[in-house]
């Protein structure tokens, strides 16, 4: 019987200590979203715009108060023997087009990308939360290497 006891505080001791280290281990991990994007991605939105093309996707961006930018774009849409290659953010409103702030890198092959941009300067962060910044997302493909859909993330 003491046997048990005493084995089952061990047991007990153990399983609180691992819990918190755990915690402590994961805690590091959660960080607050400053700025969150979830729009749509249009052809119809590129400039100029794209003749005979209707590809059509959902963009997915936020922006960590730890400078990190989290992406997701799927271009479901996308013409039969196309893929994607490539995106990016760049400065300008909805009628023009204007330089490269960030590269949103591409799966070559695929109509679906995501990533993580980790250790950004804060003087871009700045500008990816400031809404008086014009920008957008465009998105590139085999058939489009300028440009097969575009969100505008200004407001």
Not at 58 to 74: A, G, K, P, S, W
Not at 85 to 91: L, M, N, P
Not at 130 to 153: E, H, L, M, T, W
Request: proline share 4%.
């Amino acid at each position: 019987m003491k046997t048990s006891v005493v084995l089952s505080v061990i047991v007990s001791s153990l399983l609180v200590i691992s819990c918190n280290k755990r915690n402590e281990d994961y805690s590091n991990l959660e960080h607050e979203v400053i700025k969150e994007w979830r729009m749509p991605m249009s052809s119809a939105f590129v400039v100029p715009t794209l003749q005979g093309r209707s590809d059509s996707g959902e963009l997915i961006l936020q922006v960590r108060d730890d400078r990190t930018v989290i992406y997701q774009y799927n271009i479901t849409q996308l013409a039969t023997n196309d893929y994607i290659h490539g995106g990016g953010i760049y400065a300008g409103d909805p009628a023009s087009n204007g330089p490269l702030m960030l590269d949103l890198r591409g799966r070559e092959g695929t109509r679906y990308s995501s990533g993580i941009l980790t250790n950004l300067r804060q003087s871009l962060i700045d500008s990816l939360i400031n809404d008086n910044v014009k920008k957008y997302v465009q998105v590139f493909s085999k058939d489009y290497p300028s440009g097969v859909a575009r969100a505008n993330i200004t407001p």
